[in-house]
């Protein structure tokens, strides 16, 4: 698996796995994939993790969490919470879109809301 971009380099695996990760995107297909990555890099702050099994939800690590930036969602809304170990954290100023229904979103704490 490999970074699309890495924001510094050096010894121990550069932009890939196997080895150090650093600050860069990340891509995870599955939610296997996307868990895994994101346990790897959240000690990079600034990396990014773009789930695409969810439909392509951009996620990035302030150092101690993944916090939600964006994107969209074919079939299931991201919710807040822990998942193998990373906590997920979404704030109400981040709008996604859902494909399915064709609106945007936003997340006022409990629920999704529709824009539309």
Do not use: H, R
Not at 29 to 58: H, R
Request: hydrophobic share 40%; glycine share 18%; with cysteine.
């Amino acid at each position: 698996m490999k970074s699309l971009f890495a924001f510094s380099g050096g010894g121990g695996g550069g932009s890939g796995f196997p080895g150090s990760p650093v600050a860069g995107v990340y891509f995870g297909f599955t939610s296997g994939e996307f868990l895994a990555i994101c346990a790897e890099v959240l000690a990079f702050p600034n990396s990014i993790v773009v789930d695409f099994g969810s439909g392509g939800l951009f996620w990035y690590s302030d150092g101690t969490d993944m916090i939600l930036l964006g994107g969209s969602v074919v079939d299931t809304f991201p919710t807040p919470g822990t998942a193998s170990g990373v906590t997920f954290v979404i704030g109400s100023e981040i709008a996604i879109y859902n494909q399915d229904t064709g609106n945007f979103y936003y997340y006022d704490g409990a629920n999704w809301v529709s824009l539309a």
